[in-house]
């Protein structure tokens, strides 16, 4: 049985489920949409927001969403088809909650110092005196911070949206008639930031689950490529043999995993390196992150071409399987939003046919009544440690100076590894302006990696250590040992053809 960590992850879980229960059942229309909100929640009385009419509109807006549809909360609307859109996160105008704008704000804790600090330092003239004490006139006020800073008794806070404060490129807006947020779609890189933050549930990222589903249904040939980052995600006692069974149950053909498309990357990812510095170049920048590799590309264009051209161990898994099965359709179970994204580009789209989240695979083995907890454990040994280790931060560098050290390559190999929008900024910055003591940077946008993303169902620190564990049960304990990296020998392994 699934346990949420908070009730947003359930609501979302249950809007999903009913939808692909719809769509198992082929019944998706508008109408049996918009018996969802009936299903799910309580019919006389609101539980979380104004009334339950509201709460009502936020679910078939989600499940419009979950079903691959524009989110509008106008009934009337016919529904709007957003598959083959690039744009991956929406926002929920009827969850949005519209918070406060005024970014700061003087407290109670403030005592009238005769200093004023805070006045000396606001070149806005924004902080004025009044009955003794200091008070933010918001009309002038710039949003700089220094009266924060200077004031002795933090009487100063800070008050940002939760979305717009973790948004890593400026593309989270707030609409200036409305005051909800906005998604401005040429800045943003799909990372999930704001869909994880917001506590209201107001974004979220629209669903391929009607589509999988589908196609398990007709029977096809569905191979799932799972991410490492899987182990611990439907309980601390689930295996993720048991996953690998319910996954065939629910009728994939096989489940084969990313990890193995990993330990495949470290090998062309190494020899592009050592190929790359020999030719003089000064740096390179991995490319497994769709979100680390798209925010380059937004925010730092003249970094771009140190991007390592190797496609990440998604896109390899995707095309080794195609290479071997011809008739196949590949689905990735990840905790990724930007990797919908990534499939949808050009020069990727022969790889992966869909993408799905853990809470969306959650929610289709629920719609069908498939329980890993209860299933049997099929073996899993695709890849080796260093290969599972890539869900973490600092799990490629360590794989790449596994496979160097084991081939004896002469090369200085000086990385770094961040994760997070700060710590990325910060080293790219650096880079940018030609100021870096390392050669090679690996760069995860969800801190602490792919185990932190934004469509995990556990935490941080529960889902590093059951990676931990897992990737510790690896036969193969160094990258050149797995012998599965041999299917990959016809394999593209980079982004042009």
Known sequence: MLKFETELKKIKYLVLKEVAQLAIEDNMDKLEMLKIPYKILN????????????????????????????????????????????????????????CPLNRFRVTEACRGCIQHRCMEVCSAKAMVRING?????????????LCK???????????????????PTGALEINPDDKRAMIEKENCINCGACMASCPFGAISDKSYIVNIAKLLKEKKKVYAVVAPAITG??????????VKNALTKAGFKDMVEAACGADAVVFSESEEFVERMKEGQKCMTTSCCPGFVNYIENQFKDLAENISTTVSPMVATGRMIKEMDKDSYVVFIGPCTAKKSEVLRKELK??????????????????????????????????????????????VTAAIQNFIDSKEIDIEFNPTKVSGKDEIKKTLMLAKAGRIPFNFVEGMMCEG???????????????????????????????????????????????HK
Do not use: W
């Open 449 to 495: 990696g792919c185990i932190g993303g934004p469509a995990t169902m556990t935490s941080l620190m529960k889902a590093k250590a059951q990676l931990i564990k897992f990737s510790k049960e690896s036969e193969s304990k160094d990258v050149i040992t797995n012998k599965k990296v041999e299917n990959f020998e016809k394999v593209n392994m980079h982004k």
């Open 43 to 98: 019919e006389k009385q609101a539980e979380y927001r104004c009334c339950v009419y509201r709460e009502r509109t936020v679910v078939y807006e989600r499940a419009q969403l979950a079903a691959g549809f524009k989110p509008d909360d106008n009934l009337t609307n016919e529904l709007e088809s957003i598959s083959d859109n690039d744009q991956i996160i929406y926002v929920i105008a009827s969850a949005c909650d519209q």
């Open 133 to 145: 004490k200091s008070y933010i006139d918001q009309n002038k006020c710039r949003e700089c911070g």
């Open 149 to 167: 800073k200077v004031c002795p008794y933090n009487a100063i806070v800070e008050v940002m949206r939760p979305c717009k404060k973790v948004c």
């Open 233 to 242: 995600q439907f309980g601390p006692q689930v295996k993720v043999g048991q």
């Open 350 to 395: 022969d790889a992966v046919d869909y993408v799905m989240t853990f809470e969306e695979i959650a929610a289709l083995l629920g719609a069908l009544q498939i329980e890993p907890s209860e299933c049997e454990e099929d073996p899993v040994q695709d890849a080796s440690t260093f290969g599972r280790g890539f869900a973490q931060s600092g799990g």
